[in-house]
């Protein structure tokens, strides 16, 4: 019991004062943030939550979530403060090391299982030969090893620690077996003659000068590396474009997030290579311009 006129907080109490503080302090989804921080104070989820919302919290059990709050009063992102971020149908260990992953990037993975998913039922059942550049947490390149095991998946990222981020999910998603992950500037690492049916990334695609108006959430604590796409912000989607062609395979697919105000720049960039045949801008959930699906053209020589 507390000694007399101290305050016993219990967990409602606490979540529902620091969604109030949060909401004042005009953060997104108060109530929801409040709750992530409590669980992953007291390492339970939100259903064993809400049956001990009536538990007074112990003293050090309410410091650890003052400091909680004030990192998230400091506008340190959520995913970066508990270590972690759900994402299509996995949760992914992150740090600040990579960029948080978005649900817009989930059309990402959608096409991209929509297209092997047409490619192992239209040829032999050789395993796919897949490609991310730029995987950060690993998000997508597990995802789809994950939903489609037996295939052959690379993932190469310039950050050592990002490339280790990815590693670690896919080993503890448990799907390293298929996954091969490097460190390495785009397409450096393969050798010539290495080719891929498909290759997939979500590249930096921020203009400079637009990083500077972003949340304080992505400029001040994501890492600029994987936000700057240049000052037209096309700089890695123009550089991978010009160097996949020597590593897909004819008739192979190249899918790229870009941002939603960026389909005639990207279509334009395209139209300039003879050796691409195709072009298709598909839409996320909130009918943003959001994929990019670029087919390489088939050699009627081989």
Known sequence: MAPKGQ????LLDTVAWTATYFKN???????????????HCLEMDRMALYMEFDRPLHSDE??????????RVQREP?????????FWDIEVAVSPHVLIPRPDTETLVEAALSEMTQR?????QRPLKILELGPGSGAVIVSLARAMPDNEYVAVDVSPAAAENTLENARRLGCDKDLSVVSGSWFDPFAPGTVFDLIVSNPPY??????????PEIQDYEPRLALDGGMSGLDCIEHILSRAPAHLAHGGI?????????????EALVNELAVYDGFESIR???????????????????
């Not at 190249?254 to 990207?266: S, Y």
């Open 78 to 86: 959520v995913a970066y403060i508990t270590g972690k971020k759900g």
């Open 120 to 124: 192992r039922q239209s040829q032999t």
């Open 254 to 266: 190249i899918l790229m997030e870009t941002g939603f105000d960026q389909k005639t720049a990207v």
């Open 284 to 302: 996320d959930e909130a009918g943003h311009h959001r994929v990019v699906k670029i087919k390489k053209r088939i050699d009627k020589k081989n």
């Open 25 to 39: 302090k005009g953060l997104d989804s108060p109530r929801l943030t409040a709750e992530m921080l409590m669980c």
């Open 62 to 71: 309410l410091a650890r979530y003052k400091a909680l709050i004030q990192r």
């Open 206 to 215: 921020i203009p400079t000068r637009d990083i500077e108006s972003l949340a």
């Open 7 to 10: 305050q016993v907080w219990t």
